[in-house]
């Protein structure tokens, strides 16, 4: 059993920064890939970025890559998702998820745990 909790969500005008964390408790941080997802109104839940156990495997959806930066301190069990140059599309609730089973995957299916999410607004 994992459980998530996230924080650092709020309200950012855009072109603003936010740094998203997610605490982890439960089991081994170290052993598994961290997800960081997204789910605007009306939308489906989509794929923010991966970080494998270890930190040395990253990836990113295309419209963040190069805004967004992933990365995980073990030692304090935490995730954390950097967001910058946010844009009013990137409003949504985020969630960050456990995967025990794969190294990074995109697909949601493919993971175990989810947070609560917290909700990122980025006004105009």
């Known amino acids: 059993q994992v459980q998530l909790v996230e924080s650092g969500g709020g309200l950012v005008q855009a072109g603003g920064s936010l740094r998203l964390s997610c605490a982890a408790s439960g089991r081994t941080f170290s052993r598994y890939a961290m997800g960081w997802f997204r789910q605007a109104p009306g939308k489906d839940r989509e794929f923010v970025a991966v970080?494998?156990?270890?930190?040395?495997?990253?990836y990113y959806e295309d419209s963040v890559r190069g805004r967004f930066t992933i990365s995980r301190d073990n030692a304090k069990s935490t995730v954390y998702l950097q967001m910058s140059s946010l844009a009013p599309e990137d409003t949504a609730v985020y969630y960050c998820?456990?995967?025990?089973?794969?190294?990074?995957?995109?697909?949601?299916?493919?993971?175990?745990?989810w947070g609560q999410g917290t909700q990122v607004t980025v006004s105009s």
């Open positions: 970080i494998s156990g270890g930190g040395g495997l990253t």
């Open positions: 998820a456990a995967d025990l089973t794969s190294d990074t995957s995109r697909y949601p299916e493919m993971y175990d745990y």
